[in-house]
């Protein structure tokens, strides 16, 4: 439920005056707690949320003896505690908090009368946006760092985390000994009716609509094939499973094997090699709890619906194209047994895991290709992983010297100053050094303090520390350059969703974490090559040198399938080595141009081992 409440405040998102705001309306609320009653408690929040609003606005027309918006406010109050007991029951609290200002005083000695006329308990939140009361001024200051319309002092005096001794020191100015310990019973036992429950899952795959192939024992008894198929217990097995995702896939790659490879009859290692395939998946699904034959099923839908998008698809990439079903189901383009790839390096009983599989797409395409995905499988079917963002050494100190208050001064640190300080931080190899070695150094990596940025950074007081307590802050959200998450049904029993500040739907939790709650992450990697690829078609079809009434994928097939590419062809390779191909993939660079013009590859294996290099 509370998955669903973030997901759902999250796709209402929108900026005002420079501020993010996640709202969730009553009316969803509603509906959402329609469904969890009972299950989640709910308080009337900080200072800063509606009751406090309204009793402030309330007690300021008290004073000026505005007694028609008195009765607004008085009458807003009561509605809203209805509200509240109607959408969460007896699980529902008033909320005071441990501060000393005017306004908190106000607020939380209202709340007591409110409680005695609704017979609402009360229970105390310190509403902490900072862990320690010393950490007051770094909150600060990075808030100030941020811009916009927004307090950033006096409202966050008490917001951090409260001792018990704190809590009832501050509540002391509003609220008697007694009220306050009939406070902290109602607050233990908030948590003592909260049950202790794991977000861990075991991953489950996603799957699509396959063909309902029919058990079938077709190689029948007493008869050659039957001998010879008795040494192929696996893929038996999977020809008379009551999974039709297992019938789907042995079938798919037994017709595939016939009308790539040749009858299979002829062609028994290959045959050997997909029942050894089918039993690795096997052990490796009972380990996991999950059908792995559902993964490349899942697989293989997608790639036809990506060429059908227009989008070429890579011919594969690291330990997947060894997997011989995986070529069979075309989601890779190479055969792994003529090009001598173990199926181990991909999958083997002591890796208990799904393994990947990264498909290269043309980047023009993703929108339209997310889209189909979204039409079939829902909004929420398919969501970007997220990605988080730290405060690095660098953008900390910039951060800081935005945020950085005094009397001298009193709108930050000038930019030109903030931008000279973070230029004195070494670097090595690409990686700027931490504050913590530039000011101390680092024996064992043979740092030694850099006296330039001490001396510099000591003329602002108070400077250092803020920059210290802003490193590695989590700053920023964004989406996986590749992986998304493909989602059945509900999604909010694994995930919640949110949006980066383009407005991509992205998951909540960071790839570890969502594999860990269940999702399965499939690759969907944008490659610039594959647009030159179908441009490249376009024009050709269009000039008449390749049939115009052959599809994309009819096209690539036809030429430029790794199977029939003309791969000893020695004009194609002193093309790469004199620097005459305008575009190849992983070798685009200066340094990848210069390492094909001295090792001239003249093979794809070559090509490889120079990409290694």
């Known amino acids: 439920g509370i998955r669903e409440m973030s997901s759902t405040a999250w796709m209402n998102s929108y900026f005002d005056r420079g501020l993010e705001r996640v709202p969730l309306t009553k009316s969803e609320l509603l509906h959402i707690m329609e469904r969890y009653k009972g299950h989640i408690i709910g308080t009337t929040a900080c200072i800063g949320g509606e009751l406090g609003t ?27 505690l209805i509200f509240c007991k109607t959408v969460f029951d007896d699980d529902f609290y008033l909320e005071v908090a441990p501060g000393e200002s005017s306004d908190q005083i106000v607020v939380n000695k209202r709340i007591k009368k409110i409680a005695e006329s609704f017979e609402i308990p009360i229970c105390v939140g310190s509403d902490a946006h900072y862990l320690k009361k010393e950490d007051r001024y770094v909150h600060k200051a990075y808030l100030n760092s941020k811009g916009g319309e927004r307090e950033v002092d006096a409202f966050y005096e008490f917001t951090y985390l409260q001792s018990d001794d704190e809590v009832r020191e501050h509540l002391r100015a509003s609220l008697s000994d007694d009220d306050i310990d009939r406070i902290f019973e109602n607050s233990n036992k908030m948590k003592d009716s909260i049950e202790f429950y794991s977000l861990e899952r075991n991953q489950s795959v996603p799957e699509v609509e396959v063909t309902d192939y029919p058990k079938s024992s077709w190689w029948g008894v007493n008869n050659p094939d039957a001998d010879e198929m008795s040494n192929y217990p696996e893929l038996q097995k999977l020809f008379l499973s009551d999974n039709i995702q297992e019938r789907y896939w042995v079938n798919e790659c037994w017709q595939a094997l016939n009308d790539k490879i040749g009858p299979w009859i002829d062609h028994l290692d290959y045959v050997a090699r997909l029942n050894e395939e089918a039993r690795v998946k096997r052990v490796i699904g009972e380990k996991l709890n999950t059908c792995m034959f559902a993964y490349p099923n899942t697989l293989k839908h997608y790639i036809d619906l990506f060429w059908e998008c227009g989008s070429t698809v890579g011919a594969g990439r690291g330990s997947a194209c060894a997997a011989l079903n995986h070529y069979l189901l075309g989601i890779t383009q190479l055969d792994p047994i003529k090009w001598d790839l173990p199926f181990w390096r991909y999958l083997n009983d002591e890796r208990t895991e799904l393994g990947d599989v990264d498909i290269d797409l043309a980047p023009s395409k993703i929108q339209k290709i997310f889209s189909e995905i979204r039409k079939e499988r829902g909004e929420l079917g398919l969501v970007q992983v997220c990605t988080f963002g730290t405060e690095g050494t660098k953008s900390a100190i910039l951060t800081a010297c935005r945020g950085y208050r005094s009397d001298d001064y009193p709108s930050g640190i000038d930019v030109d100053e903030a931008q000279y300080l973070s230029s004195l931080v070494p670097s090595e190899r690409g990686f700027l050094w931490s504050i913590d070695d530039v000011v101390n150094g680092n024996a064992e990596k043979g740092r030694k303090p850099v006296q330039s940025f001490i001396s510099t950074v000591n003329q602002y007081p108070g400077l250092l520390d803020i920059i210290t307590h802003i490193q590695g802050i989590v700053n920023k959200r964004s989406s996986h350059a590749s992986g998304v998450i493909l989602f059945d049904e509900d999604i909010y029993e694994t995930a919640a969703v949110m949006r980066t500040p ?61 199977s029939v590419l003309p791969q000893d062809d020695d004009r194609m390779w002193n093309a790469l080595a004199n620097g005459d191909v305008l575009g190849c993939f992983q070798f685009d660079s200066a340094v990848g141009g210069q390492a094909a013009k001295k090792i001239r590859p003249h093979s794809a294996l070559e090509m490889a081992d120079a990409n290694g290099l």
């Open 54 to 80: 309204s009793i402030l606005n309330l007690d300021k027309c008290e004073k000026l003896e505005d007694t028609v918006n008195a009765e607004r406010y008085h009458k807003q109050i009561v509605e809203f």
């Open 502 to 562: 383009k407005g991509s739907l992205i998951t909540q939790w960071d790839l570890h974490d969502q594999e860990a709650a269940g999702g399965v992450k499939y690759d969907f990697l944008l490659t610039s090559v594959q647009d030159i690829i179908i441009q490249t078609i376009e024009l050709l079809q269009e000039d008449g040198q390749i049939e115009k009434d052959l599809s994309l994928r009819e096209v690539y097939n036809k030429y430029l399938h790794p």
